[in-house]
């Protein structure tokens, strides 16, 4: 896992250098004293991981978190308590380390970070989403007892059927036992949208649209009253 | 408080490795001053948040360097300096000397 440290204090940002150093899962790519290099860096380099002090000049942790579009793991290393609950109100930050940041738990720091970069299955308990920075992100449904590996640029629609739900991809189409709202949430937002009670698109798959309904690929989806205003703001129209 | 600093955690992260040991030791020897000055400043110039937030950065070197109660009481302090109260500064003030000698006598 590539990753960067942000911290104001030169000592942090060593502390958390050689922890990563004395492992082989983490590689640390670049350093900043402050958060508004690392945007910079960031507007151009995508990384795994950020470890994240809160209290800096400039600009804190907290308010550097909301300004990124597609966070990558984040986990703070402060030496205030007073921001954990907000902290975890995010569902992208890992961990919270309180400083001086002790090798042993740095490790399960590693264990946590694994785990959180993990291909997804559909109907596990995960308290985490896939990054939608993963080069491959992947998404795993169980077809009697087997795990199918769907990516999630060639699923092209989700059909809510009662108990079960319909995946249609490019070149298949398969029955989960599972809800329209559970694989929503192990769904990236970028590409994918409810439109409809029972339908989730694709959003990049979409053909045209006309009245109340999409075309993706050969089939008619229909467009909610309420789904209509939030599908009109994400296109780009001439 | 009677309490001494030391290098246990600094070993600990070191795992052996001495390079890094005196790299970081040399680190806190360029830092600590700096900060300490700075926070004497901010006390002078009645800039008590400002004391705080250097307060912050202190007290982390102060659990690197093992002193527990000069951690606690540097949480104290910049609690207090966030509400305009520097009644700590006394006591804070022992606890930054203490680390001023170590760090000269470890240079």
């Given at each position: 896992m590539n990753c960067i440290i942000i911290d104001d204090e030169l000592t942090a940002r060593t502390?958390?250098?050689?922890?990563?150093?004395?492992?082989?899962?983490?590689?640390?790519?670049?350093?900043?004293?402050?958060?508004?290099?690392?945007?910079?860096?960031?507007?151009?380099?995508?990384?795994?991981?950020?470890?994240?002090d809160i209290h800096m000049p400039f600009l804190t942790g907290i308010d550097f978190i909301q300004t990124l579009k597609s966070p990558p793991r984040i986990v703070f290393t402060t030496s205030d308590t007073d921001f954990a609950i907000e902290a975890y109100a995010y569902e992208f930050i890992v961990d919270y380390l309180v400083k001086p940041i002790t090798a042993q738990r740095f490790q399960k720091t590693i264990s946590?970070?694994?785990?959180?970069?993990?291909?997804?299955?559909?109907?596990?308990?995960?308290?985490?989403?896939?990054?939608?920075?993963?080069?491959?992100?992947?998404?795993?449904?169980?077809?009697?007892?087997?795990?199918?590996?769907?990516?999630?640029?060639?699923?092209?629609?989700?059909?809510?059927?009662?108990?079960?739900?319909?995946?249609?991809?490019?070149?298949?189409?398969?029955?989960?036992?599972?809800?329209l709202k559970k694989i929503k949430e192990k769904l990236p937002e970028s590409l994918f949208m409810q439109i409809h009670r029972s339908f989730i698109i694709n959003f990049t798959k979409i053909i045209d649209i006309q009245d109340n309904s999409v075309l993706i690929?050969?089939?008619?989806?229909?467009?909610?009253?309420s789904n209509r205003p939030n599908l009109m703001q994400r296109l780009n129209l001439l | 408080m009677g309490e001494e600093p030391n290098l246990n955690y600094i070993k600990e992260i070191a795992g052996g490795n001495e390079e890094f040991e005196k790299k970081f030791l040399a680190i806190i020897q360029t830092e600590f001053p700096k900060e300490k000055e700075e926070y004497l400043k901010n006390l002078d110039d009645k800039e008590l948040e400002e004391?705080?937030?250097?307060?912050?950065?202190?007290?982390?070197?102060l659990g690197i360097l093992g002193l527990n109660d000069g951690y606690k009481l540097?949480?104290?302090?910049?609690?207090?300096?966030?509400?305009?109260?520097?009644?700590?500064?006394?006591?804070?003030?022992?606890?930054?000397?203490?680390?001023?000698?170590?760090i000269l006598k470890i240079a």
């Open positions: 502390i958390v250098s050689e922890l990563c150093e004395n492992t082989s899962e983490l590689k640390v790519v670049e350093q900043f004293p402050n958060a508004v290099e690392a945007l910079k860096y960031l507007n151009h380099n995508t990384v795994d991981v950020i470890f994240l946590k970070l694994k785990n959180a970069m993990q291909p997804v299955l559909v109907g596990q308990t995960v308290d985490t989403k896939i990054p939608e920075l993963l080069q491959d992100p992947d998404l795993y449904i169980n077809i009697d007892r087997r795990l199918i590996k769907l990516k999630f640029q060639d699923i092209l629609l989700i059909e809510a059927k009662g108990d079960y739900i319909e995946i249609k991809t490019v070149d298949s189409f398969y029955r989960v036992h599972s809800t690929e050969r089939s008619v989806i229909p467009i909610s009253r | 004391s705080a937030k250097v307060v912050h950065k202190i007290k982390h070197k540097a949480i104290k302090h910049e609690e207090g300096l966030k509400y305009g109260d520097a009644k700590l500064k006394d006591d804070f003030m022992d606890v930054l000397k203490v680390v001023e000698e170590f």
